[in-house]
């Protein structure tokens, strides 16, 4: 909440302004995806004919609605979004190739499944900015952006 899409991502400290001006949708800002619009099944949004079965595929990367003038499910893609599976192989499935950017896999309760987010690491730096190669030493990043330096306690390094 208090969020605004902008240029695809959401944005603090404005309302959430994801509307494409159709009364048959609602739009949601999402972190990492934007805005993305729900089909409404209201019956002033249906159309005349109904599907056959329910129309979700399973799938927590795809806007799932019946077009009732067809009768037919449509499946439309969420751009940027990659369903994980937070039990499996998510960390190779999430990873973008981007070592400023820090990868989870996050269950989306609107999206109803599992999908990858990928935040901005603090301060834009990769995980192994502050690595200093001393295998007695852990580097942290501070809120500052600066490196800090802890001993590692371990018997190899406690006897240098």
Same mark, same amino acid.
């Given at each position: 909440? #208090?969020?605004? !899409?902008?240029?695809?991502?959401?944005? #603090?400290?404005?309302?959430?302004?994801?509307?494409?001006? %159709?009364?048959?949708?609602?739009?949601?800002?999402?972190?990492?995806?934007?805005?993305?619009?729900?089909? &409404?099944?209201?019956?002033?949004?249906?159309?005349?004919?109904? !599907?056959? %079965?329910?129309c979700?595929?399973?799938?927590?990367?795809?806007?799932d609605?019946?077009?009732?003038?067809?009768?037919?499910?449509?499946?439309?893609?969420?751009? #940027?979004?990659?369903?994980?599976?937070? &039990? #499996?192989?998510?960390?190779?499935?999430?990873?973008?190739?981007?070592?400023?950017?820090e990868?989870? !896999?996050?269950?989306?309760? &609107?999206l109803?499944?599992?999908?990858?987010?990928?935040?901005?690491?603090?301060?834009?730096?990769?995980?192994?900015?502050?690595? %200093?190669?001393?295998?007695?030493?852990?580097?942290? &990043?501070?809120?500052? !952006?600066?490196?800090?330096?802890?001993?590692?306690?371990?018997?190899?390094?406690?006897?240098?």
């Amino acid at each position: 909440m #208090g969020d605004v !899409c902008r240029a695809g991502r959401c944005r #603090g400290g404005f309302e959430k302004t994801c509307d494409d001006g %159709d009364p048959c949708t609602v739009g949601y800002c999402l972190e990492t995806l934007g805005c993305i619009f729900i089909h &409404l099944e209201t019956p002033e949004c249906r159309g005349p004919l109904s !599907c056959p %079965d329910d129309c979700d595929d399973g799938d927590p990367c795809t806007i799932d609605h019946c077009d009732g003038n067809s009768g037919v499910c449509k499946h439309i893609p969420i751009l #940027g979004c990659v369903p994980c599976d937070p &039990l #499996g192989d998510w960390p190779s499935v999430c990873d973008d190739h981007d070592p400023t950017t820090e990868e989870t !896999c996050e269950e989306s309760e &609107l999206l109803g499944g599992h999908i990858c987010i990928n935040r901005p690491r603090p301060c834009g730096l990769p995980a192994d900015h502050c690595d %200093d190669g001393d295998p007695c030493t852990e580097g942290s &990043l501070g809120a500052d !952006c600066l490196c800090r330096q802890e001993p590692v306690q371990s018997p190899e390094c406690m006897s240098e």
